[in-house]
């Protein structure tokens, strides 16, 4: 094979990210749920959601750049969550307006430790738009 031909090759599955073999795994017409149980339900959803958040925010890291830049910014991520973990792609629906905030973002959505869904709603899926706050100034 030519070295053209070895840098122009299609990318194998083995060679993708790992989150795109997650979302590969994940099939694209499942439906996120709600949870159910009238107002018990709901608050255990609410709860959940908050616990989702801090886990996100705790993930945060500013990227180098990002601190000598002082910069700072808020960021809109979309993901879908299944018992205790992420499912399928990260996507920045609101942007901070910087890219490097933007990217620190969907990466404190991938490396959260999520906490576990109860068990009457482990097998359903919770689409989620978390705000993170990032404070790059130190």
């Given at each position: 094979?030519?070295?053209?031909?070895?840098?122009?090759?299609?990318?194998?599955?083995?060679?993708?990210?790992?989150?795109?073999?997650?979302?590969?795994?994940?099939?694209?017409?499942?439906?996120?749920?709600?949870?159910?149980?009238?107002?018990?339900?709901?608050?255990?959803?609410?709860?959940?959601?908050?616990?989702?958040?801090?886990?996100?925010?705790?993930?945060?890291?500013?990227?180098?750049?990002a601190r000598m830049m002082h910069l700072s910014g808020k960021v809109g991520v979309g993901f879908?969550?299944?018992?205790?973990?992420?499912?399928?792609?990260?996507?920045?629906?609101?942007?901070?307006?910087?890219?490097?905030?933007?990217?620190?973002?969907?990466?404190?959505?991938?490396?959260?430790?999520?906490?576990?869904?109860?068990?009457?709603?482990?097998?359903?899926?919770?689409?989620?738009?978390?705000?993170?706050?990032?404070?790059?100034d130190g």
């Amino acid at each position: 094979m030519s070295r053209l031909a070895s840098l122009t090759r299609p990318v194998a599955a083995q060679d993708a990210p790992p989150v795109v073999a997650v979302a590969a795994a994940v099939p694209a017409a499942v439906p996120a749920q709600a949870f159910s149980g009238g107002q018990a339900g709901r608050q255990a959803e609410d709860a959940l959601r908050s616990r989702i958040r801090e886990a996100v925010q705790e993930a945060v890291r500013c990227p180098a750049a990002a601190r000598m830049m002082h910069l700072s910014g808020k960021v809109g991520v979309g993901f879908d969550y299944r018992d205790g973990a992420l499912v399928g792609a990260v996507q920045i629906e609101r942007s901070s307006g910087t890219p490097i905030l933007d990217a620190a973002a969907a990466g404190a959505v991938r490396i959260a430790h999520y906490p576990s869904a109860p068990p009457e709603t482990a097998s359903q899926i919770l689409r989620l738009l978390i705000w993170v706050d990032e404070a790059c100034d130190g």
